[in-house]
């Protein structure tokens, strides 16, 4: 069973329901048989790595909020994600994502993609440093989730690398009807949007295993020719 | 809707079933809003790069063929591969395609995954030269579909990169039941094995077209919080 799940590393209701989703994998019996997948959604696609602002200014400009309104805001948030036992640091940096993506794209070539969305939010989140316009901040993440130092720098560098996998994912997530992060998809059969209680991931991964269909497959018997560990037979 | 198409570069029946997909495909009303996704398969995964014969003494040994019966086997590939237009060398190279799978993940992370499968079984089974052990004859192909040379030849050179996007093919392939290659499924709903006739892949896409099932979404009203373009409302 595939669970694929789209969000964006500055969405603090991914943040959220990141660890929602987590408290429900690690009590469902066949968690073993799961496979999560980390797809990318841009909250702001146009905006530019090296535009970085304090998130207080973001939502005073965008919500035409005073101080005072932005930073109840991020009280709030802190709340919310003191519920789920998550640490969360007041007036956090706001920047593009489109990087980050790619390099999410990376660790996930090398199986290190949930590590690294790990990593990612706890240092948005929860530490003081930014890691926006910062490729080397990006860089000792990626070593901490296993990667190698060169590999990630490399990455990040050629802005073409694992570009198309990110627009991939993006069209996807358009097309599943997804309009905000976070979007969890369970074998493209069951959704869950936005950051829900644990209950409702559990009923979903419940549902969607009970769900599961055997692939329907034309011409197992006779049929089509295959080629295998013998070899590929030929008719004469 | 998704097909994704199991296969190696090596395998006869591969190549004869990509070009009847093709032709399904074409003919397709929906062709526009379906995406196909190469994904790997070795036929000998034990095989080393360096590990390369003539195809003749393969069958040879494998089968316990004379060179007779051997020959009059290539003669038969080049009539089914006649059948569907396409060019046959006899008597080409056989060797282990790993570095292959990993150099089509990486042309799949810059979109150009299609053209360089194409090229390949070209290469492979309609030219006299080799495509095995040769990293400068594969950049070359990279460089035919698109990609750029000094970044192919460092996915040749570093055995880890795409290596995980290779055995998570793997390992899908087994759990999906393929026990060879050519294996099509189709929005992981339909699977067709083998190299069937055209009509049997144009009966797979209008079947798994028919029966494409919109998503249920827990939680698209009101519920869970979503961040989205104008932001990440916050309860108060």
């Keep these: 069973m595939r ?14 329901a990141q660890a929602r989703f987590e408290k ?13 997948v980390h797809k990318s959604f841009e909250l702001e696609p146009g905006r530019g790595k090296a535009d970085v602002e304090p998130i207080i200014k973001v939502l005073m400009r965008g919500k035409g909020w005073s101080e005072a309104q932005a930073l109840a805001n991020e009280k709030n948030l802190t709340r919310q994600s003191a519920g789920e036992g ?34 990612l939010y706890r240092a948005n989140f929860a530490e003081e440093r ?15 989730a296993g990667l190698d ?27 599943l009807g997804a309009q905000g992060v976070p979007f969890f998809v369970f074998d493209r059969t069951y959704g869950v949007s ?16 009970g ?5 329907q497959v034309v011409g ?5 020719h295959v080629c295998g560990p013998d070899g590929c037979p030929v008719p004469h």
């Design 3 to 16: 669970v694929e799940i789209w969000s964006d590393i500055t969405c603090p209701w991914c943040y959220v």
């Design 194 to 209: 936005g950051a829900q209680p644990v209950d409702a991931f559990s009923r979903a991964l419940a549902q969607a295993w």
């Design 24 to 36: 429900a994998l690690a009590a469902f019996p066949h968690r073993e048989a799961v496979e999560v």
């Design 130 to 144: 930014s890691l926006f316009n910062d490729d080397e901040r990006l860089v000792e993440l990626a070593v901490e």
């Design 211 to 215: 769900n599961r269909s055997p692939l």
């Design 86 to 119: 998550l640490p969360y640091v007041q007036g956090r940096d706001h920047g593009g994502t489109f990087d980050i993506h790619r390099l999410l794209h990376f660790a996930k070539a090398q199986g290190r993609q949930h590590e690294l969305v790990g990593l």
């Design 149 to 175: 130092a060169g590999a990630a720098r490399a990455v990040l560098a050629d802005p073409k690398a694992y570009a198309e996998d990110v627009r991939a994912d993006e069209r996807e997530a358009a097309q």
């Design 220 to 224: 197992s018997g006779a049929g089509g």
